[in-house]
């Protein structure tokens, strides 16, 4: 028990400590972007500048914000992954050039023809020539796709993969399903599903990395929200589900920060995993988008940033990095609308601009 309240002082604590110079404009953002939760963070390699969590858990309650609730990171999710894989590359479990029907040939005769060489990196770096799919597809249907969480991934990979899309050439192809074919061949290079692998990383981060939605297991976790402010009900998302390893995790701002600041560390040279240029290669490998990190130079400041950003349906998240000033700012919200973007977006500006970036 006295473990309990030593964990909630220190979260306080750094509420408290940390967490008040931007707080006005912040909430500030927050009511005039109608985001029920606001969550960020400003962190270097070492240190934690401002960290908080504003609002109410629940549009219209009085569930208040507290700084341990959890959010989906939807498309974060991919940095989880690449770097899941570049650790098992790293000790010889699997290879950037292994393709997918090395691993799974029972599936390669009724897969596109066009499927057939795509590696672990071209389905990390979205160079793998794959249509977009989403939850918000309609095919294929629960009735089509059975069997456990991991049953289900396959399932599906292997209806996506007999479809015939027909793709324009072009540098990049933002496809979700590139993502499940690489959870797939992760677990069948370990032995291991794709949610064991996570726990396992989380573990060694003591991060406390989870699936789907926060109020799925504690109602009184935050709720997303749609654009209309409708509150997400718990249910099991089975779309999602298919996604896990594209964009299903959930997690609170504070481990979050443990992760972030492990790739800060990483891309100073001070990781004992991996290389410098490891980590380099992570973010900043290949133009415009590398193995789970976007990247572009800001226009204000011309610095390089690698970053990502997340939408699962009722919420947003966004993490961006850089290297040069040794900073990362992290930005959540319950609910995914166009308006609250916007305001993640001015918020992100103005760390930015007092913190150098």
Known sequence: ?????????????????????????????????????????????????????????????????????????????????????????????IKWDTKFFDLYPELKAKSNPETYNFTLQDFLTFRAKLGIWSYGNETPTPKEIKGNDQQQRYEFIAWFFQQ??????QDIYWSNPGYVAA????????????????QELGKSLKVDFDFGQPNLKDKNQPWGHDENLKPEKPTLNYKLNWLSSAGNINVSLPDFCKFTQMQLQGLSGKSKLLSAEEFHNMHYGLPEYSFGWESENNEKSHLKYSFHNGNPGTFLAKVYLCKSIDKAFILFANVQSEQADKGLMLLLAKLQEQYGG
Do not use: C, H, W
């Open 164 to 169: 015939n899309t027909v793709l324009e050439k």
């Open 1 to 93: 028990m006295k473990k309990n309240y030593s964990i909630a002082f220190l979260f306080l604590f750094l509420n408290t400590f940390y967490g008040q110079k931007n707080s006005s404009f912040a909430d500030s953002i927050r009511i005039k972007y109608k985001i029920p939760e606001l969550a960020y963070a400003v962190v270097s390699s070492d240190s934690i500048f401002e960290i908080n969590a504003l609002g109410y858990q629940r549009y219209n309650s009085s569930y208040k914000a507290k700084i341990d609730d959890k959010f989906r990171l939807g498309s974060i999710t991919k940095t989880v992954t690449s770097y899941i894989a570049t650790l098992l590359v790293k000790e010889g479990k």
């Open 183 to 198: 959870g797939l061949m992760l677990e069948k290079a370990t032995g291991k599903t794709y949610e064991n692998l996570v």
